[in-house]
């Protein structure tokens, strides 16, 4: 386990000098390698430890978006803290949403489609509010600054999205070893086993749904500030809730460096594939490229890369330790 | 005062009456058996009692507190655990990791909990399997898993659900130690059993139950040579013209 623990440190002081050789566009690959190994890191709290499968994490991520953003532009309050409010109004909403999942007994895909039902109303919704742009969306202003979470090139973005990554990976390591984080794994594995062994199964699927929905909204905030453009498709469409549990599923589910590796995996493929294929005019392909991997690690590493990685580097890690 | 007392206890599936109109009392540190043949609604009575079935009728009191219409894991919190006839390990993680989800109940620290884990398995002999995956426990093992899980709740009524079918005579025998060592600690144990052996090593009282309705009771020997107990399991002869 120390080898482990080594090989992460070095990792990732090799990632915190990277932006001294990488250009803007390399860099920017990275921004979304981070960025999208910490949105499937939020939903694996939910997925991965607990069970419940959520396609409709999109609901979060523009929800801190759009709080964030709207309370700039109205209030000229600072991102920093708008993300707090958006990712507390995320966690609210997504109570709400638990409740109604987990107090009448809706599992499996009759989960799944509560959660796509509530990201799909509210991207209607948000479509139909003029005061947060309705159809079109909203621009941001570009106005550079520390406090505007704005900021020319992709250094800081770099360093800000390795940060989310970095920080949330620990907090899931650290709630994964905590009571709760065990609890909700029992919950992931045998619910009615864990009714009767004493699991709160409710009080804890809630837990586990507000800090996954909190984590992701602050995800909309950073993604918001750094394309400067928010649509309701966008934001709160299939295809990001799609987009962004993939990672998770090749990785490894329910571990902490699973969305981490399937980010790294998946995110340069898709990156580098969406720019030769849209100057070759073939726009779309990429999305063919992601789902024949899909297929490929579904059918030959159905526990994800993780597994086989762990199993490969075995001897030389001593993970027995 | 007794321990667990069931009084009238009646449950439907639409027609189907499984348990009816059932009483009976578990004395602290006793051991009862409840046995039955197939489909007696043996396992029901589990379910009503550990709150996986709401009874539409009578009443469940753990130490005079009555636990109809609590929810399954409030009952175990007041101190009556069960394991399922159907082991249900949690098959992705270690031993010890299962049976902590049990020890965190009354342990609030994580490091408590795995060291009264390490105890209950030490106890039920899977110590040397803490670290060793659930999925790869043959299933006399997971019978001792599922009994591990449960005890780490420290319970004061154990409810154990044909803990010893499908394990050959030795194994049945260590089993049976087990359950005698935890009924020494104090823990009332309610036992469904159709391994002959275990029942007649136990339990001190049977209750034996056929169409969700209590037929007889008494110390194994007595129900064992009990008339009707022997027809509700084999039949009633034919009568020769």
């Known amino acids: 386990m120390r080898r482990l623990y080594l090989l992460l440190g070095l990792l990732l002081a090799v990632l915190l000098l990277l932006p001294l050789v990488l250009d803007k566009y390399l860099l920017g690959i990275f921004v979304m390698i981070f960025y999208y190994a910490y949105l499937g890191q939020s939903w694996n709290v939910l997925t991965g430890y607990t069970g419940h499968i959520s396609l409709g994490h999109a609901l979060y991520v523009g929800i801190g978006a759009y709080v964030s953003t709207f309370l700039a532009q109205k209030f000229g309050l600072t991102p920093w803290l708008g993300m707090l409010a958006g990712g507390a109004l995320a966690a609210v909403v997504a109570l709400g949403l638990g409740y109604l999942g987990f107090r009448f007994g809706l599992r499996g895909v009759y989960f799944v489609i509560l959660t796509i039902s509530c990201a799909e109303i509210a991207r209607l919704v948000v479509s139909h509010i003029d005061a947060v742009g309705s159809f079109s969306g909203i621009f941001l202003d570009f106005h550079p600054g520390f406090a505007n979470f704005q900021f020319r090139g992709n250094v800081h973005y770099y360093y800000i999205s390795l940060g989310f990554m970095v920080l949330g990976s620990l907090a899931v390591h650290l709630l994964a070893r905590s009571r709760t984080g065990r609890l909700m794994v029992a919950i992931r594995e045998d619910e009615q086993a864990a009714l009767a062994l004493g699991v709160d199964s409710f009080k804890y699927s809630m837990i586990a749904i507000a800090i996954s929905a909190f984590m992701t909204s602050l995800a909309g905030t950073f993604y918001a500030n750094y394309v400067f453009y928010l649509s309701p498709n966008s934001m709160f469409g299939m295809a990001l809730s799609i987009d962004l549990i993939l990672r998770p599923i090749i990785g490894g589910l329910g571990t902490v460096l699973g969305p981490i590796i399937g980010s790294f995996v998946l995110t340069p493929l898709s990156e580098v594939s969406r720019t030769y294929f849209a100057q070759s005019g073939l726009e779309g392909l990429h999305l063919v490229l992601y789902g024949v991997l899909a297929i490929l690690v579904v059918l030959f590493m159905r526990q994800g890369i993780l597994v086989y990685l762990a199993r490969a580097l075995r001897p030389w890690l001593k993970l027995e330790e | ?241």
């Open chain 2, 1 to 241: 005062m007794e321990l667990l007392r069931v009084k009238d206890l009646g449950k439907h599936f639409g027609g189907l009456t499984a348990v009816d109109g059932l009483s009976f009392q578990l004395r602290p540190g006793e051991m009862l058996g409840l046995i039955g043949p197939n489909g007696a609604g043996k396992t029901t009575v589990f379910a009503c009692l550990s709150g996986f079935l709401r009874p539409e009728q009578g009443e469940v009191l753990l130490e005079g507190q009555t636990l109809v219409g609590l929810a399954p894991n409030r009952i175990c919190e007041l101190g009556l655990a069960r394991t399922f006839q159907i082991v249900r390990p949690f098959l992705n993680i270690s031993v010890l990791d299962n049976v902590m989800v049990g020890a965190l109940l009354r342990e609030k620290s994580v490091a408590r909990a795995r060291a009264l884990a390490c105890e209950v398995l030490g106890f039920v002999g899977l110590g040397h399997l803490a670290q060793s995956p659930a999925t790869g426990l043959p299933l006399p093992l997971r019978k001792r898993l599922e009994l591990a899980k449960a005890l780490a709740t420290r319970p004061k009524v154990l409810l154990l659900d044909e803990v010893m079918a499908g394990l050959n005579p030795t194994e049945v025998d260590e089993l049976i130690a087990f359950i005698r060592r935890i009924n020494a600690q104090g823990v009332g144990i309610l036992l469904i059993e159709h391994v002959m052996r275990g029942v007649m090593a136990l339990a001190s009282r049977v209750l034996v139950i056929n169409y969700g309705q209590l037929i007889a009771q008494g110390t194994p020997q007595e129900v064992v040579g009990n008339q009707e107990v022997i027809e509700a399991y084999l039949g009633r002869g034919l009568k020769h013209a």
